[in-house]
Each structure stands twice: as C-alpha cells, then as structure tokens.
C-alpha cells in the first residue's frame, strides 16, 4: 500500500472515529453516567473509602472470590489430582506438577498421554 493510500485510509478511519465521539458526547446515557462517576468518586473520598470496600460491602461474595483473594495475598488451596498409570496401574497423587514421577511419565510417553490419565 502506497504512504498516500495509507494517509488516506487512516484518515476516514479518524474522521469515522470523530464523529462516533461527537455522538457519544451528546449521548444523555454517557452524560448520566459521567454525572454518576463523579459523584460517586467525591463520596468515595469524602468517606476515605475505594471500590473495593464498596463491593466488600454490597456484595461480600465477591471478595472471597480467587482474585480477591490473590490480591489479599492468600492462595486457595490447590487440588489434589490422581494420576494412574494404565500400563503399570502405578498411582500418582500430587498438588502440583513438580512430582518426580510425574515428570517421568511426561519424559517417556509426553505431557499430553500423561494428562489423560488424570481420574
């Protein structure tokens, strides 16, 4: 593609974008919204409180959720998986995959087959 076309293309492209912008700045919803945002943040630092203290608040459930949890920093527990071997019926259970026997089994017979004997 020549520079003028490329010029040319990206300049539709901006005006297209212009005018999408003019339309949502007279948009009642986006003002209504903005309006809130603002009110929302003054109360927030009005009462020395984030976001996050709100959701806490309005709906607790979340805050127990893996990301929140993470972001407390606590992990949940990982899961016990069971590995068994078909070939030897040699059973693996492990909470991670730094299992010496587990990477054995990857070794010789690859990650995948391995995955699939998971029960």
């Known amino acids: 593609m020549s520079k003028l076309a490329e010029f040319k293309a990206l300049e539709a492209k901006l005006a297209e974008q212009l005018a999408q912008l003019d339309a949502l700045k007279n948009d009642k919803e986006l003002k209504r919204e ?3 945002e603002q009110k929302l943040r003054s109360l927030l630092g009005e009462y ?28 949940r527990e990982r ?12 059973r693996v ?3 991670g995959g730094n299992h010496g026997v587990l990477k054995a089994w990857k070794a010789e017979h690859g990650a ?8």
Request: hydrophobic share 40%; charged share 25%; aromatic share 8%.
């Open 93 to 95: 259970e492990t909470k």
């Open 48 to 75: 020395n409180f984030s976001l996050r203290n709100v959701i806490a608040i309005l709906d607790p459930s979340v805050s127990r959720s893996p990301v929140a949890a993470k972001a407390g920093g606590q992990r």
């Open 79 to 90: 899961a016990v998986k069971v590995y068994i071997n078909p070939k030897t019926n040699e």
């Open 34 to 36: 903005i309006e809130f």
């Open 112 to 119: 995948e087959t391995v995955e699939s004997w998971l029960q």
